[in-house]
Structures are given as C-alpha cells and as structure tokens.
C-alpha cells in the first residue's frame, strides 16, 4: 500500500525569541528524522479574504505520511522540544492535509 504524502500548516506569532530558537535549533534535523520536509517558510504578506486574523509566520511541512507527522508529534524522546515551540510562539494554528492528486473527491456522490 503506498503511502499518501502528508502536510502540516503552522500559522502563529513568535511571542518569545529565545524559545522560538532553541525550537528551531533542534526541530529541522528532528523533523528530517521523523520524515518530514520544511517545503516553505512565509511571513504574512496580506489578507485577501476571510476572517482569520493573520499571524506572522507560515511554515508548510510536507510529511511522508500522516504516521510519520504522528510519530514526530508524539515522539516522547521530543518532550522536550515541543515546549519550547510551544512557550514561543501563541495564537498557534497547526492543521494537517492528506495529499490529493486532483479535486474528485469533493464532488463524488457518497
């Protein structure tokens, strides 16, 4: 069975710099062990529609599968990681995707 790529959307503000960086000091090789790829890094440019309130960063996370973004997100030799990016950053959005190839599955009768 093949596995379907995966995606987490990260939107927040950073509220402590130094938190934030300890995160990320750790979190690129930690994510690349558990399967996933940083495939964008934005700040809030502009807000065209909607009411979200923006935030100031976006980071896309392509992930082999929803089981590798599970194994990194409950990993408990990462306990320590995840608090840091926690105490550094609020107003946190973090959704996940499953991979489509095209937009059917939206318009199939159930």
């Known amino acids: 069975m093949e596995r379907k790529k995966f995606y987490a959307l990260n939107l927040f503000n950073i509220s402590n710099k130094q938190e934030y960086l300890a995160y990320l000091k750790r979190s690129g090789k930690e994510v690349a062990d558990h399967g996933g790829k940083v495939v964008a890094v934005g700040k809030f440019d502009e807000s065209f529609r909607g009411d979200l309130t923006p935030r100031q960063v976006l980071i896309l996370v392509e992930w082999e599968s929803k089981e590798a973004f ?9 306990s320590d990681l995840h608090p840091h990016r926690e105490n550094g950053t609020e107003d ?7 991979r489509l190839e095209d937009f059917r599955i939206f318009f199939a009768d159930e």
Do not use: K, V
């Not at 599970?70 to 990462?78: F, K, S, T």
């Not at 946190?92 to 499953?98: G, H, L, P, V």
């Open 70 to 78: 599970l194994g990194y997100r409950n990993d408990p030799q990462l």
């Open 92 to 98: 946190y959005i973090w959704q996940t995707f499953e």
